[in-house]
Structures are given as C-alpha cells and as structure tokens.
C-alpha cells in the first residue's frame, strides 16, 4: 500500500523560496499568481499484510517524527 506525505511550511513561517520563485515568475512570463509555497514530497510503500489502523499509525508516526519538523512544517498523508 502506498501513502504520500506531503510537507509544507506552515503559513506563518517564512517560505524564501517560494518567495525567490514567486518574483521571477514575471521574467517567465507568468503571471496572475498570488502566493509560491514550497514543501516536499514523500511516497511511502507499507506493507499489505500488516492491519490498517497499523498502517495509518506508521504512517503518521513517520510523517510526524521523521519527515517533519512539527515546530514549523505541516503535513498530510494521502493514501492511494
């Protein structure tokens, strides 16, 4: 079973960056774009056999611990 985790700044920690992106967005000749946050991505292969509230803890436990700094990122696990 695969989750992804995806990892984002909160909203109240600077994201310099996104910033960088968001101001040579006009140079690319993009515009209309208000806000540029960057994260990470994570694919995460559990195995099958094991129960799905077991799965669903690793899971978290990994988002939460490993994967993040829970200080000033946020995530969230999508299963596939």
Do not use: C, H
Not at 17 to 36: E, F
């Amino acid at each position: 079973m695969r989750a992804t985790v995806i990892v984002t700044l909160k909203p109240s920690v600077l994201d310099p960056q996104g910033m960088t992106i968001q101001r040579n967005l006009d140079t690319a000749g993009i515009s209309g774009v208000s806000d540029v946050r960057q994260g990470n991505y994570f694919e995460v292969e559990v195995g099958d056999d094991l129960p799905e509230s077991e799965r669903t803890a690793l899971v978290e436990r990994l988002a939460g611990e490993v994967l993040s700094n829970p200080v000033i990122e946020n995530y969230r696990v999508v299963w596939e």
